[in-house]
């Protein structure tokens, strides 16, 4: 939509794409999306940039907009003073990292929404989060940071100036990891490992205290540990992940963190026992709790893991998928309005009662907690529902037998989910991130395989056919697939995290096809990682791609970036990494192995002091000392049905599970064309089903039933 266009009660962002940007169209701030024009617009007026960064589902950022950028007379200072910005964080995380860094050195602490102050050339002088619309409970109010930040920049420029160089070399500090040490190893993924079991909270599960995240990559390296048993130098640290992956497992599933309606978790949770949650619900959340359940299930076929697992993808399917063309959405909102605060989600004791049986609520109310007095401070009555005992008590405190009492928590469940269905549903934000479709497509592919259900694993290869369709060019990779508006956007180019998590994801698909064309998008979208983003002098990769010849990034964009950290997705250099060691597995490229391990060096002196953070970098190097395990299961019948489910169990970070047809053997990856078509009884024996163990030492000889399997994989691992 060109300026032409708008309305007179429209600003700059009726030509945005974005759904947090439109949101703000009929605000009377003259807002511009972030580019050029804005900073042009900055530099020949000279003032000062605000930028306001936020995204669609943050409660906070959808309450400073109505109390503050709403308003007419703080709109009107605004615009008198400065230029304003504004900024979708899913859209732009490149902008949104690089700020968060800036405030955080200024403030201390970041988060959504994010208020910075900006030189023209887009450089932070100061910044906050949330501020009020008037001087309140110790902070400042907008207005008055408003006008002390405009005097400033007129008045003391010198002073701005000095801070916001100040500010940029905090960034480029924070951003900049000098960590470098050779031969990582077993002893720093064990450090790893004790740093998530120190933290486990043995009472409620979790690690740390409130608030709390899930830390799904602490889980799965857990659950990792816990898989090898006795394999490990200390035998009682896999009793121990064992008992924290499960523990923490089971009392989130248990909390009100996890929609027990609906299926699907949300985003964490404000109190240390999962009990009331920010109420808003991420494709990557769930795409990473799904494979924790899964892989749990895996490894210790705990049947409610199984059932979490399933929950999550019904809530997938329902609510965050394209089920005509394929494709995962980004989020669902925490609340309808910002007159509501989960009242969506919670239930007062008459809400539930009104729509169940006396029965029914008898059975429902004690298994859901759901009281006189509830969790929710905006409103006491509103419970959120969690499990605070077993349903064997319950249906022995109400004298019942346990089919009955299962059989009216059902009818339960059903009828409240079907009221609640009647209420003003919370936005889906239907955008489609490459990156994030990455993760819940190798989310679907793992979980349809272990669970059997072959609709997931088909929906997931139709999703990542879409991705590869319309976001996959020869000009490389970019963040959006689709716009949740049905409007068309500027093109954003993909980040690292884009590449690394759709490449991981081509593979699994190869993995769960043998189809050679997924293998080859893996292998080229990983060619183009390591061109557009490897750091072939420092090692690792950084997050965006080198500005091309004559190109000039703006503001904070100019300082590179290499991420280590999970926040909350798993970092970009763990995940290209492991990409890379994937694929060498599969074709011997030395160079890719070289440049695994050359990213990993580069943070191994300093990721220990990441700890949780820094669990998909664990993942990664136990991938790498452990070498590749991979299970060729050959053919089409029950008997190779039974060979793929004996050879998942258990979950292990470095094992792939490999599902071929015999005509696939003339069209294999390098190192398995070498190998695999060449062992005695795969070409000329019968037409039986066979499990083949290949490590990076070669491959053992085929076997044909479970138990030999077994035994080949317990020397493997």
């Not at 060096?601 to 991979?630: D, N, W």
């Amino acid at each position: 939509m060109s300026e032409g266009h708008k309305t007179p009660s429209e600003n700059a962002l009726a030509n945005a794409a974005s759904a947090y940007l439109r949101s703000a169209i009929h605000q009377p701030v003259n807002w511009h999306e972030w580019g050029e024009e804005a900073f042009a617009r900055a530099r020949a007026e000279d003032k000062p940039v605000l930028l306001d960064i936020g995204a669609v589902w943050c409660h906070w950022c959808h309450v400073m907009d109505r109390e503050s950028y709403e308003n007419p007379e703080t709109a009107k200072l605004i615009n008198e003073h400065f230029v304003a910005v504004k900024v979708d964080r899913d859209e732009r995380p490149d902008v949104d990292t690089r700020y968060q860094a800036a405030v955080s050195a200024i403030s201390g602490q970041g988060g959504w929404p994010l208020t910075a102050f900006l030189t023209p050339d887009g450089k932070p002088f100061f910044g906050g989060t949330y501020f009020p619309p008037e001087d309140r409970h110790g902070r400042p109010g907008l207005p008055r940071v408003l006008l002390t930040m405009a005097e400033a920049f007129q008045k003391k420029r010198g002073e701005v100036d000095d801070s916001a160089v100040s500010v940029m070399a905090a960034i480029e500090h924070s951003e900049s990891f000098m960590g470098r040490a050779g031969n990582p190893g077993p002893e720093l993924v064990a450090k790893l490992i004790d740093s998530a079991l120190k933290q486990f909270d043995a009472r409620s599960g979790g690690f740390g205290s409130q608030p709390k995240f899930p830390h799904s990559g602490a889980i799965d390296l857990l659950l990792d540990v816990a898989s090898r048993g006795s394999s490990l130098a200390a035998p009682e640290t896999a009793d121990q992940a064992k008992t924290a992956a499960l523990v923490t497992l089971e009392k989130m599933s248990r909390g009100g963190i996890y929609d027990h309606l609906a299926g699907g978790f949300h985003r964490y949770s404000v109190d240390d026992r999962w009990v009331v949650p920010h109420f808003e619900k991420m494709a990557y959340d769930n795409s990473e709790l799904l494979k924790n359940y899964a892989h749990a299930f895996q490894s210790f076929g705990e049947p409610e893991c199984a059932r979490v697992a399933k929950e999550i993808i019904r809530w997938m399917d329902e609510w965050l998928s394209d089920r005509e063309h394929g494709g995962f959405y980004s989020s669902q909102d925490a609340d309808f309005s910002l007159d509501d605060d989960g009242d969506y989600f919670t239930w007062t004791r008459e809400e539930a009662a009104a729509v169940l049986t006396p029965e029914e609520f008898a059975m429902a109310g004690a298994f859901y907690d759901i009281g006189e007095i509830g969790d929710m401070h905006h409103n006491p009555a509103k419970n959120v529902l969690h499990v605070r005992t077993t349903f064997e008590n319950i249906a022995r405190a109400n004298g019942i037998g346990f089919d009955v009492a299962r059989d009216l928590l059902a009818s339960a469940k059903t009828k409240m989910y079907a009221a609640r269905q009647k209420r003003p549903i919370p936005y889906i934000d239907k955008t489609m991130y490459v990156g994030w479709n990455g993760m819940c497509i190798s989310a679907y592919l793992e979980g349809g395989r272990i669970l059997d259900l072959p609709e997931v694993r088909d929906f997931a290869l139709k999703s990542l056919d879409r991705v590869l369709a319309s976001a996959w060019d020869d000009t490389g990779l970019a963040h959006v697939v689709a716009y949740g508006e049905g409007v068309g956007g500027q093109r954003v180019a993909g980040s690292l995290e884009d590449y690394a998590f759709l490449g991981n994801a081509a593979l699994d698909a190869w993995e769960a096809t043998g189809e050679m064309r997924y293998y080859d998008a893996a292998q080229n979208i990983a060619e183009a990682l390591v061109t557009r983003f490897y750091d072939n002098v420092g090692g690792g990769f950084f997050d965006t791609e080198m500005a091309a010849a004559g190109q000039q990034k703006l503001g904070a964009l100019t300082v590179r970036r290499k991420p280590l950290q999970d926040s909350p997705t798993p970092a970009g250099n763990s995940i290209a990494a492991t990409l890379l060691l994937r694929l060498a597995a599969l074709n011997d490229r030395d160079d890719y192995t070289a440049k695994a391990l050359e990213t990993l060096e580069t943070f191994a002196g300093i990721v220990e002091h990441f700890g949780l953070f820094a669990a998909s970098y664990g993942l990664a190097l136990q991938r790498m000392v452990k070498g590749p395990a991979q299970i060729i299961i050959l053919g089409e019948d029950a008997q190779a049905r039974q060979l793929e489910t004996a050879a998942r169990s258990p979950y292990a970070a470095n094992k792939s599970v490999i599902r071929l047809r015999r005509e696939q053997l003339s069209s294999l990856p390098p190192s398995l064309a070498e190998t695999l078509p060449h062992l005695p009884g795969i070409k000329d024996g019968s037409l039986e089903s066979i499990a083949v163990v290949c490590t990076g030492r070669g491959c053992l000889p085929p076997v044909k039933t479970v138990e030999e399997l077994m035994e080949s994989l317990t020397r493997t691992l």
